[in-house]
């Protein structure tokens, strides 16, 4: 069930390595000359509103195989126009010296207050407000606590429990009075587009995309692109991102709104809608569903070791034997996610597939996942399960020469490919909310259709007389 084998890298050679030591002894002095400021260029304007083009730096990779040697980069960084006021005015600083009390491995809030010598007794004082019983009960490393306090009794003690809301403790005449502090939240809307060079991670991070949302971006769309083979050299994206701001200063990235990915040159479009009840989820401009009844793929951005094949030489066998399936090469232990819903039929060892489970969905189809290293505990045979729900775990069970997922998709008990079989639709959008989606969608489609701009180097222009919340070069990071 497997042709995948672990490939080891090639040794460099030594010229390459002395190639190497040359161009770093130069590249001080370069950069050196680089940063040098010109005597006639003026320092960049800074503007509440920002239109920002970035040329990317070249960086190489092989993390993308179709996109071999290619550079990743930025079309635009584009803040909207929109923007809520800016909150100049910084919260209040309590009385007294301030002091951050920070968690490590081990430590208790008593142990805290012994190392930093404040009194046991004012912390059973504290400990008797319930906010505080309830928001310092439990802390783990890394947490933090900040006190304002004089000569070393507590004025104010603060903790960060969200970006919305802080508990506070504030001393009186006699004992503590706890309280939940809520903070006024900005949010603004941020544009980024990007070019997929060499990896869709490095065009995200040239962009200023974190993480997080380029996997929501790629959760997005995983209905109708392979995010593991399908994406190459030149597909482009384009998100509407909320950023959620504080006393100006960005403290969380909230949802995408609005999401276009060109995947070989045919154009995907995403509109986020809440409709009255409170449901979220992401539709297409005319109201399609973005979901599908089935996932594409069961694994986020691993790799193809081998098709659906009905020729293929089993690579432990070595016989020709129809390969039904697609292998997905993966770490050991990386989560496998249910293609969709359905209902555990089996879970355990099967022959040469190893551990293995088939769940059976709708319409008579059903998922096979083999070569598990492990199981999920919170399902068994006879579960039902929600598609992405996590059931195993890659592994290298059964006939396997690296770890691995085999993965099966059969309807009628006829194998079919699938990554090109064609899967059934989800509910579109309310046929009630469907005038309120196009209200809502219209502006935001019409801001993904507008041209991106070429890429000209930094440039800046100013609409507006307060300062940036932040630099808009990093309003996504």
């Known amino acids: 069930m497997r042709d995948y084998k672990p490939t080891q890298a090639k040794p460099q050679p030594r010229a390459r390595w002395l190639l190497w030591f040359i161009a770093g002894l130069g590249l001080p002095l370069i950069t050196v000359a680089l940063m040098l400021p010109d005597a006639n260029t003026p320092p960049p304007l800074l503007a509440t509103n920002t239109a920002v083009s970035l040329s990317a730096p070249e960086k190489l990779t092989n993390s993308v195989k179709p996109a071999e040697n290619a550079k990743s980069s930025i079309i635009a960084v584009t803040p909207s126009t929109d923007i809520p006021p800016y909150i100049a005015a910084p919260e209040a600083e309590p009385e007294g010296e301030r002091k951050v009390l920070t968690v490590g491995r081990g430590d208790s809030l008593?142990?805290?207050f012994r190392r930093n010598k404040?009194?046991?007794?004012?912390?059973?004082?504290i400990?008797?407000?319930?906010q505080a019983r309830k928001h310092l009960r439990l802390i783990r490393p890394g947490d933090q606590i900040v006190v304002w306090h004089q000569n070393g009794q507590i004025k104010t003690l603060r903790r960060e429990l969200d970006y919305a809301r802080s508990l506070q403790v504030t001393a009186l005449e006699s004992g503590f009075k706890a309280e939940i502090l809520e903070h006024p939240?900005?949010?603004?809307?941020v544009e980024a587009r990007g070019k997929i060079g060499s990896s869709l991670f490095l065009a995200a991070a040239d962009a200023g995309i974190s993480d997080r949302t380029i996997m929501n971006l790629a959760g997005i769309f995983a209905w109708d692109i392979d995010f593991v083979l399908d994406i190459r050299r030149g597909d482009e994206f384009h998100v509407i991102v909320e950023e959620l701001w504080r006393n100006g200063e960005k403290v969380a990235e909230g949802d995408i709104l609005a999401a276009q990915f060109v995947n070989q040159g045919e154009v995907f479009q995403a509109i986020r809608y809440e409709?009255?009840?409170g449901r979220a989820s992401y539709f297409s401009?005319?109201?399609r569903n973005m979901r599908k009844a089935f996932l594409r793929a069961p694994l986020s951005f691993s790799r193809i070791s081998?098709?659906?094949?009905p020729n293929r030489r089993h690579p432990v066998l070595n016989t020709i034997r129809a390969h039904k399936g697609v292998d997905y090469a993966a770490p050991s232990g990386t989560p496998v996610k249910a293609a969709g819903d359905g209902k555990i039929i089996f879970r355990g060892v099967q022959g040469g597939y190893g551990n293995t489970v088939i769940v059976q969905h709708g319409g008579n189809i059903t998922t096979v996942y083999a070569h598990l290293k492990s199981f999920d505990r919170k399902f068994r045979n006879g579960s039902r399960v929600r598609q992405g729900d996590t059931i195993a775990y890659v592994g290298q069970s059964g006939l396997a020469t690296g770890p691995h997922l085999h993965y099966e998709y059969r309807k009628n008990g006829v194998h079919m490919n699938p990554r090109t079989v064609s899967l059934p639709d989800a509910a579109p959008i309310n046929a009630s909310y469907k005038e309120d989606f196009m209200r809502v969608a219209a502006p935001l489609i019409s801001r993904l259709d507008r041209p991106a701009p070429e890429p000209t180097g930094l440039t800046t222009a100013s609409s507006g007389t307060?300062?940036?919340?932040?630099?808009?070069?990093?309003s996504l990071n």
């Open 275 to 277: 409709d009255p009840e």
């Open 185 to 189: 939240i900005v949010t603004r809307q």
């Open 306 to 309: 081998s098709n659906f094949n």
């Open 285 to 287: 401009p005319d109201g």
């Open 118 to 125: 404040f009194s046991a007794a004012e912390l059973a004082l």
């Open 466 to 474: 307060e300062p940036p919340p932040a630099p808009t070069t990093a």
């Open 127 to 130: 400990m008797r407000e319930e």
């Open 110 to 112: 008593d142990r805290l």
